[in-house]
């Protein structure tokens, strides 16, 4: 059973870069033909996906968060890793990471497997 697990700080400073860590356990990150994904919901808002990387190490981005966004990988450590830079309050949500065989889908069910959520709060 493939499980994930977000984790991170819970609150950022405005102007900083939020970093966040999925780690992945039950399979790996380099299976064909998962793509693992960074998905977030703002409080009162819909599902936002952010962005992916592919079981071959590609990268994809939103188009309106590329400019702030960078997701990598450690294949040894079996973990994907987010960071949004030059946050804002309005970054403040609960961030998901998913997997499915494809990216860029906003709707839940189109995922195989999520991890629990973690809250990230922007505020000085």
């Known amino acids: 059973q493939v499980q994930l697990q977000e984790s991170g700080p819970g609150l950022v400073k405005p102007s900083q870069t939020l970093s966040l860590t999925c780690t992945v356990s039950g399979g790996s990150i380099t299976t064909n033909f998962y793509y693992w994904s960074w998905i977030r919901q703002p409080p009162g808002k819909g599902l936002e996906w952010m962005g992916a990387i592919a079981y071959s190490g590609s990268t994809y981005y939103s188009p309106s968060l590329k400019s702030r966004t960078s997701i990598s990988r450690d294949t040894s450590k079996n973990q994907i890793t987010l960071q949004l830079s030059s946050v804002t309050p309005e970054d403040t949500a609960v961030y998901y990471c998913?997997?499915?065989?494809?990216?860029?889908?906003?709707?839940?069910?189109?995922?195989?497997?999520w991890g629990q959520g973690t809250q990230v709060t922007v505020s000085s």
């Open positions: 998913a997997a499915e065989v494809g990216y860029g889908s906003s709707w839940a069910g189109d995922y195989d497997y």
